[in-house]
């Protein structure tokens, strides 16, 4: 998918360490995704055919579940542990558009991941509300 550099679009994003899930504006622009999620590197996950999201590279391995948290994204194709914020966008062929989800439909596709420091390690513990594992070593 290209960066659609003459328009804006709406996006949602998903920080975990408030909790909150809120509607921005993106300016069309790959390192304003950057500077939303706080992350340097970012990769793109599928949710849909028309909607994917942008989370931090390397936020499984650099710490950022274990400080900003986690989220557990339940879809069609299983669950997905996501760590750090997360940019929600839609997608139309080659080009990032706003998406079509809204922030209710977020707010009921994901659970949030509660980090626990114990014996130096840190283990991720999802609400349980949709039937969630755990996560150990994050």
């Known amino acids: 998918t290209t960066m659609n550099t003459d328009k804006q679009a709406t ?6 360490q408030d909790r909150t899930i809120t ?3 993106w300016n069309g622009d790959h390192t304003h995704i950057s500077e939303l999620i706080g992350a340097k590197y970012f990769d793109v996950c599928r949710i ?4 994917m999201c942008f989370v931090d590279d390397e936020g499984l391995i650099n710490g950022t579940a274990g400080t900003i948290g986690m ?17 929600l966008l839609g997608t139309r062929g080659e080009h990032t558009v706003s998406t079509n989800w809204t922030v209710d439909k977020v707010r009921e596709a994901i659970d949030w991941g509660y980090p626990i420091r114990a ?3 840190i283990k991720i ?10 996560m150990e070593g994050y």
């Open 71 to 87: 989220i557990a994204w339940v879809g069609s194709h299983g669950t997905a542990f996501l760590a750090g914020k997360i940019l």
């Open 23 to 25: 509607e921005v504006q």
């Open 11 to 16: 996006g949602i994003l998903i920080n975990p």
């Open 48 to 51: 849909d055919k028309s909607n």
């Open 119 to 121: 014996a130096g390690k």
């Open 125 to 134: 513990y999802f609400n349980g509300e949709k039937k969630l594992h755990s």
